[in-house]
């Protein structure tokens, strides 16, 4: 994947910038592409540098780059370290732990010798409405009483599919044990796995009967 010269200057600005702030905990073993133990602004660099064809990383480099596990090294893994070196806490926004759960996903499809899904930003949003619509409404269940269905939310919302599924889940307290608790449901793991959908949205918001609503929306 190419990009142009203005735009690599542009990201590696923002290295700079975001060099001033303190760095996370975010996925170290992800972040560390050079492997000198830290997450920094050489990492972000190496990412960079591969994006544009400057660089190329080995297996392990390459690994450690793949912040969302599509098999490819994007722009999107760039963002993702640049979101590691400007961290300063321990708590995941909602699109970080939407990349961990994509990870997640993409290995669980991977052992399986089937394609990784995409994270798609629209189908973020519907999830993260649909999340926060069952804690203000004070329901937990694949039919909300303001979008309906999860097809009619989709429709509604211009999302064009052929095929589609949704996951919900409450209570858990990370990407790790939501989706342990998805791939250890026969119905929940059938959508994570099904060849058919292609990209993925997810959704978070705190609140609930059990403190945390967790969503997935797979198209195809």
């Given at each position: 994947m190419k990009i142009t010269n203005k735009l690599l200057s542009l990201l590696l600005s923002a290295i700079m910038i975001l060099?001033?702030?303190?760095?996370s905990a975010f996925a170290q073993d992800l972040c560390d592409v050079n492997g000198d133990g830290k997450i920094s602004i050489v990492d972000a660099k190496w990412v960079l540098q591969q994006v544009a064809q400057?660089?190329?990383?080995?297996?392990?480099?390459?690994?450690?780059?793949?912040?969302?596990?599509?098999?490819?090294?994007t722009v999107s893994d760039a963002k993702g370290v640049l979101r590691a070196i400007a961290g300063g806490g321990d708590e995941e926004s909602p699109s970080q732990k939407a990349e961990d759960i994509l990870k997640l996903v993409n290995e669980e499809r991977k052992k399986r010798g089937i394609a990784g899904l995409s994270?798609?930003?629209?189908?973020n949003e519907l999830?993260?409405?649909?999340?926060?619509?069952?804690?203000?409404?004070?329901?937990?269940?694949?039919t909300s009483?303001?979008?309906?269905?999860?097809?009619?939310?989709?429709?509604?919302?211009?999302?064009?599919?052929?095929?589609?599924?949704?996951?919900?889940a409450s209570g858990q307290a990370s990407p790790q044990e939501v989706?342990?608790?998805?791939?250890?449901?026969?119905?929940?793991?059938?959508?994570?796995?099904?060849?058919?959908?292609?990209?993925?949205?997810v959704g978070y918001c705190d609140g609930g009967i059990y403190g945390t609503i967790w969503v997935q929306m797979f198209v195809g």
């Open positions: 060099s001033l702030f303190g760095f400057l660089r190329t990383l080995d297996e392990a480099q390459t690994k450690a780059a793949d912040l969302n596990g599509d098999g490819r090294i994270l798609s930003e629209e189908l999830a993260n409405l649909k999340a926060k619509d069952m804690v203000q409404n004070n329901y937990f269940d694949h009483p303001t979008y309906g269905s999860p097809f009619d939310m989709m429709y509604k919302f211009g999302i064009s599919f052929s095929t589609a599924g949704e996951n919900i989706m342990e608790d998805w791939m250890n449901s026969d119905g929940h793991r059938a959508n994570i796995l099904n060849p058919s959908f292609t990209k993925l949205g």
